[in-house]
């Protein structure tokens, strides 16, 4: 709810209430100079009349700053926002099988897996996109979409936040999943359609080949961004053993050739992270490709609100002159 006042000028006429309070001070003060000491304590007699006269001088004041707010024309309304343009579409795509559990990444002197890192990244890039529709596709073995195209990214984060390696088996579909993002995607009218798909390892699942899916989403006019994540050689991996948890090395093979290849087929770029640093970098460099100008419309509706000052002021003025012609009037 805002508030206005459509003619705020007649709010100068405020300040002339003190003078008009001052002029009349000094004129009860002139008065009772001119009347002998006698009457004015005949009149001082009549008691909690006259101790309560300054009541009707108050209401008169009080009236007359009301009606002021009146002549100012107050108003209460809404400004309302209209988006004429609209922003990106956006699937995000992430890998959750098995090799995402690998503890090569690190903050500090804690080991974190990259699946959590990557998690961390991508809600921060969620944060910073402004008016897209953001959805999220998760992969392994099988791709599922674990959120549809949303601008609540609120509740696109609490999805992200409750995934875990391994929710889609330990396999990696990347191809599938590029078409189901695509599949997302492929009947919306926007300025942009955009896939960011984050991997660690190479397709060896699903029905359709990630340079089939690149195909098809090149045929919906859909740029794919693809992230290789992970470091060089091999990664940490804790175990579970019959002698409690221990690290073991396994190599994960990243195929950037088709991650590449997928990027360029469709007019995105391939990335490659080996840090939780670069992964941010990543995703601040797609976070400014994919920027689109927002037009933004505005209107207001507002009504007239002076009769929640003028019939208070009326009231106010009518009670000070009943008051002083009856039981409040003045002696003499």
């Known amino acids: 709810m805002h508030w206005k006042f459509e003619d705020p000028a007649f709010l100068v006429l405020l300040l002339a209430i003190p003078l008009l309070l001052f002029l009349h001070l000094r004129y009860e003060k002139r008065r009772r100079l001119l009347y002998p000491a006698g009457v004015l304590k005949s009149v001082q007699v009549q008691g909690w009349r006259v101790r309560f ?35 990106v579409d956006m699937m995000l795509v992430l890998d959750a099988s098995g090799s995402m559990k690998a503890l090569d990444f690190s903050e500090g002197q804690r080991r974190k897996t990259r699946f959590q890192v990557a998690k961390d990244v991508i809600a921060d890039f969620i944060d910073k996109r402004e008016g897209d529709r953001i959805g999220l596709v998760v992969f392994g073995e099988y791709a599922f979409t674990q959120c549809p195209l949303t601008v609540d990214y609120a509740l696109l984060k609490g999805f992200l936040e409750t995934l875990e390696v391994g929710i889609a088996g330990d396999s990696t579909a990347l191809g599938d999943a590029l078409a189901l993002a695509v599949k997302r995607l492929r009947k919306l009218k926007s300025k942009s359609k955009i896939i960011v798909a984050l991997t660690d390892g190479r397709n060896n699942a699903g029905q359709l080949s990630p ?5 098809i989403a090149r045929s919906y006019h859909i740029r794919i961004y693809t992230v290789g994540i992970g470091v060089e050689g091999r990664s940490p991996f804790r175990v579970e053993t019959l002698f409690g948890p221990r690290i073991v090395y396994q190599r994960v093979q990243l195929d950037e050739k088709t991650l590449r290849a997928v990027a360029n087929a469709t007019g995105g770029r391939y990335f490659r992270a080996s840090s939780p640093r670069e992964l941010e970098e990543v995703y601040d460099t797609i976070d400014r490709l994919e920027k689109t100008e927002r037009k933004m419309r505005s209107w207001a509706e507002y009504r007239e609100e002076y009769r929640f000052f003028l019939l208070p002021a009326f009231l106010m003025a009518v009670g000070a002159f009943l008051l002083s012609h009856s039981a409040l009037r003045r002696m003499p």
């Open 53 to 87: 006269r300054h009541i009707v001088r108050a209401l008169y004041f009080a009236s007359l700053s009301l009606g002021v707010f009146a002549l100012a024309r107050p108003q209460a309304g809404t400004v309302h926002h209209e988006v004429i343009t609209t922003g």
């Open 211 to 215: 340079e089939e899916a690149a195909d």
